[in-house]
């Protein structure tokens, strides 16, 4: 089976949907999937140096919608060499044109067979971009541009696949004319942490001028963005703080330091003297340094407003570490049991944190046991892999049995 990933970008940078693609590569291969990735990145661009899969990165793409006029030519040219295309995310320009390319296709006479084409939105039509009210002129844009194009694009798809069920469920709710012709819930996978090494937590320290090492902390590990609720987190820990004498320290992780509310949260962080010497910015976090930060926490933070699934949740469970969230993180009924669950405001915030710190170390043993068998049970790689080619084979050979 030859699958092609059609994505805007597969930059780290900018979300689990591409470290979706990377993870589950090698389990894939092993039953024969042979995949390649067609983005908008630059073809220089450093962070795909390391890949194993055949990226073709032929952008960059240029404004707000990413538009690329080298991505429909390289279509017309290569999309039939593939039994699958799973485009990933929408309302940019690599969905629309996918699906113009796949329509000309349709008309070209001597084309017998199409690939399957399948949308993963990756959490993109989840109601919380629609309703929330910092994004009241955005959702206007997002529903002219439904009805114009991205309708289109999902609705003529074979199918939508989606990484959790509250994500299948929650799509649903947004638009009134969504019609996919089906829907199928793959889950998603990550790849075993690498075992721990002294190196790890030398290289997190390098980033944590000041830290105390001997202390515990908590650690939220994600973009520094307003949907990812770090303001709440901020100010819940500084109240706790003044409550409390055993609040560990904190460690906030993550690009987006230098936006505008990355400014605003360093500058909340540094109001009182309690805060300046127990609040850590480290900027983003890759490899030892990623990991380090993981299995030397605590704890694992996130109160995010909307999260489709959060790949940086499941890592934490990989590592053993017990996880704070909001119910606002699609998976968090998965993980009952290994988390600690608040809503996605200051007050539920606060009570989440201010659980955690009334467990006694016995009960956070439990639970650090059961957030790794929460990952064992429902985010490895293997069985992801394993349930992502039983469903793309059921999808084929039914529309082969159609054909023939």
């Known amino acids: ?114 690939p399957v084409i399948l949308v993963m ?34 609705n003529n798809a074979n199918g939508l696949l989606f990484t959790c069920h509250s994500e299948l469920i929650l799509a ?39 830290f105390n090492s001997a202390e515990p902390y908590l650690l939220f590990l994600s973009r520094v963005h307003q949907k990812k609720g770090v303001d709440l987190l901020i100010r819940a820990y500084k109240v706790l703080a003044d409550q409390y004498k055993n609040v560990p320290q904190l460690v906030i992780a993550g690009p987006g330091l230098e936006s505008k509310f990355g400014n605003m949260i360093q500058q909340l962080a540094s109001e009182d003297d309690f805060s300046k010497r127990n609040i850590f910015f480290t900027g983003m976090l890759t490899g030892d340094a990623k990991w380090g930060a993981y299995y030397g926490c605590d704890a694992f933070v996130l109160p995010s407003h909307q999260e489709n699934f959060g790949i940086a949740v499941a890592e934490a469970l990989a590592c053993g570490k017990p996880v704070l969230i909001s119910n606002q993180v699609n998976i968090w009924r998965e993980i009952i049991g290994g988390a600690i669950i608040g809503t996605d405001d200051f007050e539920g915030t606060k009570t989440m944190l201010e659980k955690w710190l009334k467990l006694s170390s016995a009960d956070r043993k439990i639970m650090s046991l059961n957030a790794l068998q929460i990952y064992h049970t429902n985010f490895e790689s293997l069985p992801s892999a394993q349930k992502l080619y039983n469903i793309l084979n059921s999808i084929m050979s039914e529309r082969n049995s159609e054909i023939d």
């Open 1 to 114: 089976m030859r699958i092609l990933h059609v994505i805007d970008s597969m930059n780290p940078v900018k979300g689990g949907p591409s470290q979706g693609i990377r993870n589950i590569d090698k389990d894939l291969r092993k039953m024969g999937v042979f995949r390649e990735v067609v983005c908008l990145d630059a073809p220089d661009s450093s962070y795909l140096i390391n890949d194993d899969l055949e990226i073709h990165a032929i952008g960059p793409g240029y404004g707000i919608w990413h538009y690329a006029k080298s991505l429909s030519p390289w279509l017309i040219d290569n999309l039939l060499r593939f039994d699958v295309v799973i485009i990933n995310g929408l309302w940019q320009y690599h969905s629309f044109i996918t699906y113009k390319v796949i329509n000309k296709l349709k008309k070209q006479t001597g084309v017998k067979r199409l």
């Open 172 to 210: 649903r709710e947004t638009f009134s004319t969504y019609y996919p012709q089906n829907e199928y819930n793959i889950g998603y996978g990550i790849a075993a942490p690498p075992k721990f090494k002294p190196d790890m937590k030398n290289a997190f320290l390098q980033h944590c001028s000041g």
């Open 121 to 154: 939105p990756h959490g993109m039509l989840d109601p919380y971009f629609q309703r929330a009210k910092e994004r009241k002129i955005k959702a206007v844009r997002n529903w002219i541009y439904w009805k114009l194009i991205e309708s289109k694009v999902v």
